[in-house]
């Protein structure tokens, strides 16, 4: 079963607006780690933060990390239209050897033009 | 580096045919997983192996599900008797921790279609 769980499910934003979505996981964590899928293909990487970071950045990308809480945040700034496509964050659970990643549901954003 | 490429991209079958899908992970990398992902939904770990020892297996994976991976390079996920349950998207990813790289780089998957 799926371990996260993602909010909101779907978002529609105009183009340069800034999207941000929250997941949120059950255990402890070597890493969280967001993906993105457009329209029925593969998964892409965006980003990892491990669990001792607090935040992290990449380009466009915001995440955030609070263990105490077992939440996370992405933030994509200046949003365009080919942003749209759905957003994964993942876990790597401590303990867990082989390193499998735990997928929450997904948001679905959407940016109009 | 080509990437990680599965085969075929679609598959409509039958109910009750057997189907075997590919999977050529990137060639350094010694970790390769299967998941399974449904409309709408995230996806689902399937199984792992590192190198050709499958170390690991889903719940999900009934006894109509075999993987392998011989040699420890591409692999193979088949499903017997296919059921209309079984339509989904079938992902495959490797990695490579050995290379201080934690992501994990997907395949396009492969869509199953049982009618």
């Known amino acids: 079963s799926q371990q996260g769980e993602e909010d909101p499910q779907a978002l529609s934003i105009q183009e340069g607006e800034n999207a941000t979505m929250n997941c949120s996981y059950k255990t402890s964590i070597n890493n969280l780690q967001w993906y993105r899928q457009n329209s029925g293909r593969g998964l892409v990487h965006l980003i990892l933060i491990r669990s001792n970071e607090r935040e992290k950045h990449s380009g466009r990308l915001r995440v955030t990390l609070d263990t105490s809480k077992k939440s996370s945040s992405l933030l994509i700034t200046a949003s365009r239209a080919a942003d749209t496509a759905s957003y994964f964050c993942?876990?790597?659970?401590?303990?867990?050897?082989?390193?499998?990643?735990?997928f929450g549901s997904g948001t679905r954003l959407l940016v109009r033009p | 580096d080509t990437g990680v490429s599965q085969d075929p991209r679609h598959k409509i079958t039958k109910r009750g045919q057997n189907v075997t899908f590919r999977c050529d992970p990137i060639s350094e990398h010694n970790r390769l997983y299967w998941y399974r992902q449904t409309l709408g939904q995230g996806p689902e770990f399937l199984t792992y192996f590192q190198n050709e020892a499958q170390l690991e297996k889903s719940r999900l994976l009934s006894d109509r599900f075999s993987a392998e991976r011989p040699k420890g390079s591409f692999s193979t996920l088949e499903i017997q008797r296919t059921e209309q349950g079984d339509s989904a998207m079938y992902l495959c990813a490797s990695s490579s921790r050995d290379l201080g790289d934690y992501e994990q780089y997907f395949g396009p998957g492969t869509r199953l279609t049982v009618t």
């Open positions: 993942a876990t790597e659970n401590r303990l867990d050897s082989s390193y499998k990643l735990i």
